[in-house]
């Protein structure tokens, strides 16, 4: 910051970055390292759908000539999921609601927005 501070704009910018890593260095000591931790809490709390998806998702088109290689990378999504945050849940309360449709395409299309609202019980 101290480089940029004779250039406002480039001044301010800095200015937004070092604050916001900062306090994502703050949360990430906070909660002692453990992001998965903190992600299963949201999960269980009914705030967040976490996801299991193939190990190397992004290749399962390139692997679709081999079905067991297909199964292997499914597989093992799905027990890298069981080991991080417990069993896969059916239903963890999140009603996603997207902004515009998620596009997969190759040309990169951009996520979808997603909303989710706690859990009514």
Not at 65 to 77: I, N, T
Request: aromatic share 6%.
């Amino acid at each position: 910051m101290e480089r940029n501070r004779d250039d406002e704009p480039l001044r301010k910018l800095s200015e937004f970055y070092h604050a916001t890593f900062s306090d994502c260095r703050f949360r990430f000591l906070e909660c002692g390292g453990d992001l998965p931790g903190e992600f299963r809490k949201l999960r269980d709390e009914g705030c967040l759908e976490i996801m299991a998806t193939a190990a190397t998702h992004g290749l399962l088109p390139l692997l679709q000539p081999s079905p067991e290689a297909v199964r292997a990378q499914v597989l093992m999504g799905g027990d890298v999921y069981r080991a991080t945050f417990g069993a896969i849940q059916s239903d963890s309360g999140c009603r996603s609601a997207p902004t515009r449709r998620p596009r997969n395409d190759i040309a990169g299309g951009k996520p979808a927005l997603v909303h989710c609202r706690q859990r009514t019980v």
